[in-house]
């Protein structure tokens, strides 16, 4: 008895596994994607690079690991940037307006940014940057847009 319970559990597993492998290998759905179009609005400063990073979830947030960037250089009063192939999902993003394109955001000797800077949805940090839950927004699958305004 306890042979054959072994023979089917062998049978039953050599079934899933081969009907696992048939499903890897037929054609598969494409995955929906988003665009999200995001305007850069209320550039004082007519130089440099506006550095942007959209970070995909409080996790990376926090860590700081984006996982999309854009460096858009700086023209005018506003900016539109599209950033394509998202998946749906609710998203933060953290800029920067590197006016003196140096690569980094410069500082004050007490760690306050010198530098235009902004989140999504124009969140606002109290003593830091603006809080995951402040920040994040819904990016669906399709066409979306989203503006914030770089300010400090």
Aim: charged share 15%; glycine share 12%; net charge negative.
């Amino acid at each position: 008895m306890i042979r054959n319970a072994f023979h089917l559990s062998a049978l039953v597993a050599s079934a899933l596994i081969a009907n696992c492998s048939m499903d890897a290998n037929a054609e598969q759905p494409a995955a929906e994607t988003a665009t999200l179009s995001l305007t850069l609005e209320g550039i004082a400063t007519h130089s440099g690079t506006i550095r942007v990073a959209v970070f995909a979830g409080q996790e990376d947030y926090d860590a700081n690991g984006g996982v999309v960037g854009a460096n858009v250089p700086v023209a005018s009063d506003s900016h539109t940037v599209t950033l394509e192939g998202l998946a749906p999902g609710f998203y933060g993003i953290k800029l920067y307006h590197d006016i003196d394109d140096d690569g980094d955001m410069d500082t004050n000797p007490f760690g306050i940014p010198t530098e235009p800077y902004g989140f999504s949805n124009n969140a606002r940090g109290r003593f830091g940057p603006a809080k995951w839950e402040a920040a994040a927004f819904e990016v669906r699958a399709g066409e979306n847009s989203h503006a914030i305004t770089v300010g400090g």
